[in-house]
C-alpha cells in the first residue's frame, strides 16, 4: 500500500501564488507516474498534469506557463508550484500515483482565488 498526503492549499487572492506537496510513503514502487488532478466546484474531475516515470510532464492547456511541477526523490515528494492564479484555479487538488494495475490518491487539499 501507497499512501499519498497533499498539503499547501489555501485560500489565496488572484495573481498570488500557492506551492502543493504531495509526499508519498509505504510500500513505493519504482516504477511509477504520477499526477495532479482537481476538481471545481460542479465540475468533473481532470488532470491538471500528468508526469511520466520517465521524467516527462505534460500540462493541461489552462495551467501551461502558470504551473510547474518538480519532485524530490530523497523524500518521495512531488511539488506543484502554481502561479499568476486565477479564480477559475479554485478547486480540491489531488495527487495520484499509478502503474499497472496500482492506482492511489491522496485526500485532496483545497485551493480557492478570491479577492
Known amino acids: 500500500q501507497v499512501q499519498l498526503v497533499e498539503s499547501g492549499g489555501g485560500t489565496v487572492q488572484p495573481g498570488g501564488s500557492l506551492r502543493l506537496s504531495c509526499a508519498a510513503s509505504?510500500?513505493?514502487?519504482?516504477?511509477?507516474?504520477m499526477g495532479w488532478y482537481r476538481q471545481r466546484p460542479g465540475k468533473q474531475r481532470e488532470l491538471v498534469v500528468h508526469?511520466?516515470?520517465?521524467?516527462?510532464?505534460n500540462f493541461a492547456d489552462s495551467v501551461q506557463g502558470r504551473f510547474t511541477i518538480s519532485r524530490d526523490n530523497a523524500k518521495s515528494t512531488v511539488y506543484l508550484q502554481m502561479n499568476s492564479l486565477k479564480p477559475e484555479d479554485t478547486a480540491v487538488y489531488y495527487c495520484?500515483?499509478?502503474?499497472?494495475?496500482?492506482?492511489?490518491w491522496g485526500q485532496g487539499t483545497q485551493v480557492t482565488v478570491s479577492s
Open positions: 495520484r500515483m499509478y502503474w499497472g494495475a496500482l492506482d492511489y
Open positions: 509505504g510500500n513505493i514502487p519504482s516504477i511509477y507516474d
Open positions: 508526469v511520466a516515470s520517465a521524467g516527462n510532464t
